[in-house]
């Protein structure tokens, strides 16, 4: 069983930033491909970001060159600084597992809230 706990949400104006952390419990969270999701209000949950074992990323279209995803396993947790924020990015933000590589995800957090403002 994996445990993830999101941490980093608040409330933020339009073209601000957060950072976003997500710790994992596991002695083998090096080994997990690590997702970022997001659901807005009346909206389906999407994926933002994503990061394999070896460190490949994968952004929605929406948040490249904005988002960034980052993993340090020493810490045994994953990063999402997010930049440059719009109204649009509200949501809350949910960190996930996939223990296989190869999906899907297997575990979910709790989420935590991000709030943009004009």
């Known amino acids: 069983q994996v445990q993830l706990v999101e941490s980093g949400g608040g409330l933020v104006q339009t073209g601000g930033s957060l950072r976003l952390s997500c710790a994992a419990s596991?002695?083998?969270?090096?080994?997990?491909?690590m997702g970022w999701f997001r659901q807005a209000p009346g909206k389906w949950r999407e994926m933002v970001a994503a990061?394999?074992?070896?460190?490949?990323?994968n952004y929605a279209s929406s948040v490249k060159g904005r988002f960034t995803i980052s993993r340090d396993n020493a810490k045994n947790t994953v990063y999402l600084q997010v930049n440059r924020l719009k109204l649009e990015d509200t949501a809350v933000y949910y960190c996930?597992?996939?223990?296989?590589?190869?999906?899907?995800?297997?575990?979910w957090g709790q989420g935590t809230q991000v709030t943009v403002s004009s």
């Open positions: 990061i394999t074992s070896g460190g490949s990323t």
């Open positions: 596991g002695r083998r969270f090096n080994t997990y491909t």
């Open positions: 996930a597992a996939d223990p296989s590589g190869t999906g899907p995800y297997a575990y």
